[in-house]
């Protein structure tokens, strides 16, 4: 099974993400959770974002990310564009698409992933399922 890691750089304050922040709601309506994890990022877009912390600087310089909103499918930039709320249908036409393409590509590579938690601790345990064919891999 194939899983889409979307990540969205938003602010609370960023009226051109709310196309964006809308467009996501509805896929994560239309796709199950094994389709697509979603991780949410607040950064200070176009103001400081009381929702942004260090983690999310940490991200957004790996990706060198300087503007919200920006998209990522399996670390890549999907442009599916901004706007007001009522812009949001026609974005998602372009991010419902973009997922699915993205769900039939070859991932190149398999793991597993079991968490268990005892009290304030978790154990996380990956075993990898398909060895990726390329020389360099990021995980």
């Known amino acids: 099974m194939r899983t889409v890691l979307a990540e969205l750089f938003t602010g609370a304050a960023c009226i051109p993400c709310v196309s964006v922040d809308v467009s996501f709601e509805r896929a994560l309506e239309r796709y199950s959770r094994s389709e697509l994890a979603l991780l949410v990022y607040h950064i200070h877009a176009p103001t400081s974002d ?6 999310v600087e940490a991200r957004s310089a790996y990706y060198g990310v300087h ?13 599916v564009g901004e706007g007001g709320g009522p812009l949001a249908p026609g974005i998602f036409a372009k991010l419902d698409p ?7 590509n070859d991932p190149g590579a398999a793991l597993t992933v079991q968490a268990t938690r005892r009290g304030d601790t978790v154990a996380i345990t990956t075993r990898l399922t398909k060895s990726p064919s390329a020389a360099t891999v990021r995980l």
């Open 50 to 55: 009381p929702y942004s912390n260090h983690s």
């Open 67 to 79: 503007g919200a909103p920006t998209v990522l499918l399996d670390g890549l930039t999907a442009d």
């Open 98 to 104: 973009a997922i699915d393409a993205h769900l039939n």
